[in-house]
């Protein structure tokens, strides 16, 4: 493997003086040599002059950020990354690889998750070369090369994780941008690092479902997203269902028994849970009759009659027989009804005997 070294070249105004001196030289024997008919300072002074015409050849310029690599006869000879005017061995050959930070956006691939969900994924990469002598010898075209393995990691990345996941300690590509960029970022990375390349970034750029299947996919995110909240909030309803029967049962003012706790729970269930706002309902009425300004335990007559009802005090009472001198009042002629009062009203029946 051909690792990049720097080549020292030198200063091209210094040359540049040098090459002049000499052409002046050069050119001012040369007449002297003709003009006095001698050959063979004629010939010195023009190999001289050709000399210095080939050496000329020797002028680089190197921009900010770019190296020119050298090569001697197929030979590495160095990389120069001095910018400025600068000399060199003639007879090198030299390509320039720019060094600045660049950045390339992949197509958009239709790729399946790790469920098997068709998916619509591109990438950005960020990207710069930082061993030219990599970059020249190792790969044939580099730009190529960043290209294809950059799209081949992305590919990659995207079976690996599924577009979507409701559960926060899953890594999804939606919803864990951070840990996916870092994934991507390091696989493309070990894909380049023979080419000389080094990866500033890697973020994906576009992340949709397949049109074929985009719209059931919403709905099942939206049935999902559904889901995931309703269980956030019967978990909420169920703490703060236990924290007030916890605080109740160490008052000392409020004794509740199981009946009413199993109450007072599901009324708090059904007002935590509930999408709608509660509406109130205030009782004005009592649940105890009084007799004498003071409250009995004893329930009211229109729940007490209820046969085999409950009280109101989560107690179970016998049912209670009906009169004989009581009974129902016949429906109207019509059959529509009672006679009188109201639906479901008594009426006294007549004694026998005439008492």
């Given at each position: ?5 720097t080549r020292t070249t030198a ?51 190197v921009n900010p950020n770019e ?250 009472r016998p049912a209670q027989p ?34």
């Amino acid at each position: 493997m051909i690792r990049e070294w720097t080549r020292t070249t030198a200063s091209g105004f210094l040359m540049l003086t040098v090459f002049l001196v000499l052409y002046a030289l050069s050119g001012f024997g040369l007449y002297r040599a003709v003009r006095g008919q001698d050959s063979m300072v004629a010939i010195f002074w023009t190999f001289v002059f050709a000399a210095t015409v080939v050496a000329s050849r020797g002028f680089l310029v190197v921009n900010p950020n770019e190296g020119l690599v050298m090569q001697l006869f197929g030979a590495y000879r160095g990389t120069s990354r001095t910018p400025g005017l600068r000399w060199a061995n003639p007879f090198y050959t030299k390509r320039r690889i720019s060094l600045r930070v660049r950045n390339f956006e992949s197509q958009r691939l239709k790729v399946n998750d790790t469920d098997g969900n068709p998916i619509e994924i591109a990438a950005v990469v960020v990207w710069r070369v930082v061993d030219s002598a990599e970059a020249c010898f190792e790969v044939d075209d580099f730009e190529n090369y960043v290209k294809v393995q950059s799209e081949a990691a992305v590919r990659n990345l995207a079976t690996r994780y599924p577009y979507d996941a409701h559960e926060e300690r899953h890594v999804s590509l939606r919803g864990s941008t951070a840990e996916v960029a870092k994934d991507l970022k390091h696989e493309i990375q070990e894909r380049l690092a023979k080419a000389g390349v080094e990866v500033i970034e890697a973020r994906i750029s576009h992340l949709a479902y397949a049109s074929e299947i985009a719209s059931a996919m919403l709905r099942r995110q939206q049935a999902g997203a559904i889901i995931a909240a309703r269980q956030k909030i019967v978990e909420g309803a169920v703490g703060m269902v236990e924290m007030a029967l916890d605080l109740l049962s160490r008052s000392t003012q409020v004794k509740l028994d199981e009946e009413r706790k199993a109450a007072m729970v599901s009324n708090l269930l059904v007002v935590l849970c509930a999408d709608r706002e509660a509406q109130p309902v205030v009782n004005t009425g009592t649940l105890y009759r009084r007799s004498g300004g003071r409250a009995q335990g004893v329930p009211s007559p229109r729940r007490s009659r209820r046969a085999g009802g409950v009280s109101t005090l989560g107690e179970r009472r016998p049912a209670q027989p009906e009169r004989a001198d009581r009974v129902r009042a016949a429906p109207g002629p019509s059959g529509g009804g009672p006679l009188e009062g109201a639906e479901g009203a008594r009426v006294r029946a007549p004694r026998v005997g005439g008492k």
